[in-house]
Antibody, heavy 117, light 114 residues
Framework: QVQLVESGGGVVQPGGSLTLSCLAS????????MHWVRQVPGKGLEWVAF????????YYVDSVKGRFTISRDNSRATLYLQMNSLRAEDTAIYYC??????????WGQGTLVTVSS | DIVMTQSPDSLAVSLGERATINCKSS????????????LAWYRQKPGQPPRLLIY???TRESGVPDRFSGSGSGTDFTLTINSLQAEDVAVYYC??????????FGQGTRVEIK
């Protein structure tokens, strides 16, 4: 059974940094691209970042370019999101999601990031 | 960027009745070379992550009940829930994966029981 378990969320001050992790199991992690998607509680879904299966190609939504970095360690079956210069508007639940490929076929339970002074 | 617009924003349906949700993309998500529409539907129950229901506009994901069906092509798509069950109370999202980045979602449609 596919499992994606996010961790690393918490409360951080504006301008601060946080690194999220997503531990994958139940499938061959190195064979699939992975995404981060966020959701302000009670609001809609926003795609944040994508990384190819080999870590080669990476894409970001414009609002996080230059501040967030997606990476992966295939030997540890773990996806990361390094978040710097955090802003209040980055407050959200962050989900990691596996590519089918195409649509997102498995999602983690999410980890809450709160940016507040 | 491709903008996805869903309608209605919310709807209330009686148990056992049909629910219909529409999704319109700002440009076609149909790829003629493989005859596929790059459109997916997700269901998000309260307190849970989204779950993939439909992809390629009309292909049901494994384990999804057959009361869920997707249709449409090009820029106009529909998710139909036949014989609504109490467990179908959720927010439903459409998503395009035709022209990433970015991958874009509709704003969501909330389905409630009348």
């Amino acid at each position: 059974q596919v499992q994606l378990v996010e961790s690393g969320g918490g409360v951080v001050q504006p301008g601060g940094s946080l690194t999220l992790s997503c531990l994958a199991s139940g499938f061959t992690f190195s064979n699939y691209g992975m995404h981060w998607v966020r959701q302000v509680p009670g609001k809609g879904l926003e795609w944040v970042a994508f990384i190819q299966k080999d870590g080669g190609d990476k894409y970001y939504v414009d609002s996080v370019k230059g501040r967030f970095t997606i990476s992966r360690d295939n030997s540890r079956a773990t996806l990361y999101l390094q978040m710097n210069s955090l802003r209040a508007e980055d407050t959200a639940i962050y989900y990691c999601a596996k590519v089918l490929p195409g649509p997102f076929d498995w999602w983690g339970q999410g980890t809450l990031v709160t940016v507040s002074s | 960027d491709i903008v996805m617009t869903q309608s209605p924003d919310s709807l209330a349906v009686s148990l056992g009745e049909r629910a219909t949700i529409n999704c319109k993309s700002s440009q076609s998500v149909f790829y003629s070379s493989n005859n596929k529409n790059y459109l997916a539907w997700y269901r998000q129950k309260p307190g849970q992550p989204p779950r993939l229901l439909i992809y390629w506009a009309s292909t049901r994901e494994s384990g999804v009940p057959d009361r869920f069906s997707g249709s449409g092509s090009g820029t106009d798509f529909t998710l139909t829930i036949n014989s609504l069950q109490a467990e179908d109370v959720a927010v439903y999202y459409c998503q395009q994966y035709y022209s990433p980045p970015p991958w874009t979602f509709g704003q969501g449609t909330r389905v409630e029981i009348k």
